[in-house]
């Protein structure tokens, strides 16, 4: 007796897309690229051009997952991000560092001057969350540098004091944003924000020169 290739596993897994998608419908939510979705396909033999309709029509009826426009998606922001490069490669060059401790965030500019120092206004639940937070206000400033530009893009290469347990593609996609591609290094020794992390004064960048920013990373 052959077994079909859908059935051989001892968890029994459907045999038809639909009945798939239905049964796995929680974890399909959980996916953000159609890489993850065409890979569940291919676990379950869906590769014909029949099978592969079908499953994408039932990822649309029974899941409500929209796997054509996210696809377009995809296209689009792939397009978007190589028209972006292109963009900051005749745009501003920025540095920045950034460090946090459980209670404040600071932003030095390429020099290493103080730019940007102050307490956080709610409380850190961890070292990554208060890094995270801190990178984002690097991004933040930056994007008031490349404004005062007048530049359409550029790069910012953001110095951190830590990267473990940071989420370096949501940090790219939130630069983006703001006409910046992101180039993420880690500085652990010797990193500026990182030293004077602990600075007693508040320091607003709004009263500092960001011109101090428009520094070519080397």
Sequence with gaps: M????????ASSPPTTPEDMVRDRVTE????????????????????????????????????????EGLR????????????????????????VWSAATLEAFTVCAASGRMIWHERFGA??????DAATVSAEKAIELSAHALREWGAEAGVL??????????DFERLRRIAATEGLVLDLATAAVH?????????????????????ELWQSAT
């Design 2 to 9: 052959t077994t079909h290739p859908a059935t051989s596993k």
């Design 28 to 67: 399909l939510w959980t996916f953000t690229s159609t890489g993850e979705f065409d890979s569940l396909a291919t676990e379950y033999g869906f590769t014909t051009e029949g099978l592969t309709q079908r499953y994408v029509q039932a990822l649309l009826d029974v899941a409500s997952i929209d796997y």
């Design 72 to 95: 377009q998606n995809e296209i689009l922001d792939a397009s978007s991000g190589a028209n972006l490069v292109r963009k900051a490669a005749t745009g501003p060059a920025l540095m």
């Design 123 to 128: 409380d850190m639940v961890d070292g990554v």
């Design 157 to 166: 290469r953001l110095n951190l004091a830590r990267s473990r347990g940071l």
């Design 191 to 211: 990193n500026p924000a990182a030293e004077q992390c602990i600075a007693p004064e508040r320091v607003v960048w709004r009263a500092v020169d960001l011109q």
